[in-house]
């Protein structure tokens, strides 16, 4: 199957740095990708989508400013996390819908980001 | 609010029985699907369902869709402890999730 990628698996910081995570399709171009983030024993709770070439759509509480996605290719999106925060301490998931015609169906998910902020 | 919604939230069966877990949603949808997660990794796809479609079969899983309804079940049959993980359905329609069934199979 497709394969999504996320870099960098582990990250930890210091309050008030900023952290950038990569999420990359690797075998497939992805006109969509969505960030999430899960705390632990908790769901999936979905950040932005993310369409290449426009500005991410950002779910209702989520600070814009402060995750900042770019989707500057069809293989690559990345989210910043800004002037990060302990609060800002979880598991970011990407996941992507290949883009070609007929094909769109499925969402295939990165391994995830654990980010520890001190 | 999310679209999916799985119950039960927890689910201890022992090995070689099976696991049934259902999911219902708000809209009307396209397909469905369902994923595992096992604790602290990403998701996996495992199936996805057709919304013209009522049943569907991969391996051990066994997954309907009843429009009529909204609802979906994943059947597990003769589980294994590598089941144990987190079960999770999506909608096309969005792909917000529910809190997920939590199995967990003993050896």
């Known amino acids: 199957g497709a394969v999504v990628s996320q870099h960098p698996s582990w990250v930890i910081c210091k309050s008030g740095t900023s952290v950038k995570i990569e999420c990359r399709s690797l075998?497939?171009?992805?006109?969509?990708m969505f960030w999430y983030r899960q705390f632990p024993k908790q769901s999936l709770m979905l950040m932005a989508t993310s369409n290449e070439g426009s500005k991410a759509t950002y779910e209702q509480g989520v600070e814009k400013d402060k995750f900042l996605i770019n989707h500057a290719s069809l293989t690559l999106s990345t989210l910043t996390v800004t002037s990060a925060h302990p609060e800002d301490s979880s598991f970011y998931i990407c996941?992507?819908?290949?883009?070609?015609?007929?094909?769109?169906?499925?969402?295939?998910f990165g391994p995830g980001t654990r980010l520890l902020v001190l | 609010s999310q679209q999916g919604e799985e119950d039960p939230q927890a689910l201890s069966i022992q090995e070689g029985e099976n696991a049934t877990m259902n999911c219902s949603y708000k809209t009307s949808i396209n397909n469905l699907q369902w994923y595992r997660q096992n604790s602290g990794r990403g998701l996996v796809h495992l199936i996805l369902i057709r919304s013209n479609e009522r049943e569907k079969h991969s391996g051990r899983l066994r997954v309907t869709l009843d429009t009529s309804k909204k609802s979906s079940s994943l059947l597990i049959t003769a589980s294994r402890a590598a089941d144990t993980a987190s079960y999770f359905c999506?909608?096309?329609?969005?792909?917000?999730f529910g809190a997920g069934t939590r199995l967990t199979v003993k050896p």
């Open positions: 999506a909608t096309d329609y969005d792909m917000r």
């Open positions: 996941s992507a819908r290949d883009g070609l015609a007929g094909n769109q169906e499925t969402q295939y």
């Open positions: 075998d497939f171009q992805a006109t969509t």
